[in-house]
């Protein structure tokens, strides 16, 4: 689909460029409020706390266009694509998005929550690194093999079985009102349980669909108006697969509901470990190798972000604040500068 839309606009007119994406964001926001709405009245009517509701259903749709681009970068011998971008997502999830959305508005979190999601998600980050390690070929590079990809699939399923058990704990100790930090209202309760399910999956298509949409035609108006390819592919083609929580995560904060965009980033952190990764590598049966310039830059630099977060997101006003969303937000620029500036001098 991306390859037909690149050559088709590439042979259109610059206002025919500039007109698809003007109307991709359009209903990229429209579908983002889908998303959102849904979410928000789905843990109203069910007692879950946004957090949950996030990390889980919100966060296994946003993530759908990593899990098949990497699925079918492996199966057709790019394995090494599905790593970078579960890091590079990861990376991008939690200090980018986070930072953003910070600095935009209140993102308040569930400590409790925070405690047990964001635990996995740590675990889930050092559990990579761990196994990336070269134990198995010493003095090589590392090697993520096609049984560790099982092993992360099985996880994924006992993450999910777990969220949704907390999930239920949640709901029956304490009321709606209570656990998703918002009153109950007529439309929501009039709205039936299958409207509100088609308007959430709805909503995360629409959000996929126009993300497809949004970076070729971002792209191809670049190009017309005259900036460099270079500059494209280092930018946008890198920044694409994260727009998705990116859209998710500003409208949920621009509606007040920053709990559901914290919990979108936490559970597309553990879903970029578990499921885009893990299918990858189970579907490749030589394994995913693991460049040496990843332990230099990529690695420390996951697992110092998720720091960042796990501290900012425990302490004791249970808010995110906008200062906290700036040092995300700056860290992330670094990490940026510095693949550029190491480009040439650490091996990839």
């Known amino acids: 689909m991306e390859a037909f839309l690149h050559e088709f606009l590439m042979n259109s007119s610059v206002f025919l460029s500039l007109l698809v994406l003007i109307v991709s ?23 879950m706390p946004k957090m949950i509701i996030g990390a889980t259903i919100v966060s296994l749709g ?43 508005g209140t993102v308040p979190v569930d400590k409790r929550l925070i405690r ?31 049984w560790m990809g099982w092993g992360f699939v099985m996880l994924l399923a006992c993450y999910l079985y777990v969220s949704f058990r907390w999930a239920k704990d949640a709901m029956d100790s304490s009321p709606a009102e209570e656990n998703t930090g918002v009153e109950k209202n007529d439309d929501t309760e009039q709205k039936p349980l299958w409207m509100l399910l088609l308007l959430l999956v709805t909503g995360i298509a629409v959000v996929v669909l126009s993300s497809k949409v949004l970076i070729p035609a971002v792209e191809v108006s670049a190009l017309k108006i005259g900036i460099p390819q270079s500059i494209i592919a280092a930018t946008l083609v890198a920044f694409g697969t994260s ?47 693991v460049p040496i310039g990843f332990y230099y830059l990529q690695f420390p630099t996951m697992v110092l972000v998720l720091g960042i977060f796990r501290f900012c997101s425990t302490r004791k006003n249970s808010v995110i604040t906008r200062l906290q ?10 990490y940026v500068i510095l693949n550029f500036a190491l480009r040439n001098t650490v091996h990839y």
Request: zero cysteines.
């Open 243 to 289: 727009v998705p929580e990116l859209v998710t995560a500003i409208t949920a904060v621009r509606k007040g509901h920053g709990e559901l965009a914290a919990g979108n980033i936490i559970g597309a952190d553990i879903l970029n470990v578990l499921f885009v990764l893990g299918v990858a590598a189970a579907v490749t049966p030589a394994g995913i190798r």
């Open 325 to 334: 969303g700036f040092v995300l937000f700056a860290f992330y620029t670094i």
């Open 62 to 104: 946003t993530t759908l266009p990593e899990a098949s681009v990497s699925t079918l970068a492996a199966i057709k011998g790019n394995a090494e694509l599905a790593l970078g971008n579960a890091i590079g997502s990861i990376i991008a999830d939690t200090a980018l998005i986070i930072g953003l959305a910070a600095m935009l």
């Open 25 to 47: 964001l359009f209903t990229l926001s429209k579908g983002a409020d889908w998303l959102v709405d849904s979410a928000v009245a789905l843990s109203l009517k069910w007692g």
């Open 116 to 146: 047990r999601q964001g635990t996995v998600q740590f675990a889930a980050a050092l559990l990579l690194t761990v196994v990336s390690l070269p134990f198995f070929s010493p003095g090589q590079e590392g090697k993520i093999y096609q």
